[in-house]
């Protein structure tokens, strides 16, 4: 009669283990019940040994510890949201560099296009887009060291015709001299004009375009 209650027991244990693990994530309360129900459950011919005892509770431990990181780099993500919010009042007017890859063309009639190579280039490409992805133009540079590049973009098309006014979008494609692909990050630079919010998300507005604050990488003046 033992085992056979036994048996029944277990089956219960089983399917306590089952809907726990069917659930997305288990808490850890809820590892606290299943580890409960483990034990008020086992099988009395077969009790949990000490050893594997110990290693749930360590487990038990190690999930409590990995919630409490969370909810750490939760509470982080929430003071850096406000101080980005600070900080981003005090930027506006101020001519900023970013991580992107957009570039206005206004009255000046050229724009810079500033990027930085992993490594050494033997060729790089710099092809300039329109708002609706239509091709512009490519500016090609040879024999580039690795690091960080300005190159300037006279305001025209392939053709050598003078584009409207606007925001245009541009992207590096480099190789070294074996003809590998050497890795290119592309910068968006110009003056803070507004700044807004969408629930904790802060952007910074430049010449009608929006760019996270936690982007920005240099404040020139």
Known sequence: MIVTKSAEVGSAATTTAQTATAKKS????DFMKLLVAQLEHQNP???????EFTGQLAQFSTVEQIFKMNETLQGIKDSNSQLNSSLALNMIGKQVEA???QVSLGKAGSSALTF?????AANADILVYNSAGDFITKITQE???AG???VVWNGKDSQGVRVADGNYNFRVTATDADGKDV???TYTRGTIDGISYEGKQVYATIDNRRIPVESITEIKQ
């Open 143 to 145: 024999n580039l060291s």
């Open 45 to 51: 011919l077969e009790p949990m040994q000490g050893t």
């Open 99 to 101: 991580d992107g890859n």
């Open 148 to 150: 960080r590049h300005e």
């Open 183 to 185: 890795q290119a990050a």
């Open 26 to 29: 288990m808490g850890k309360d």
């Open 116 to 120: 930085n190579l992993a490594d050494k």
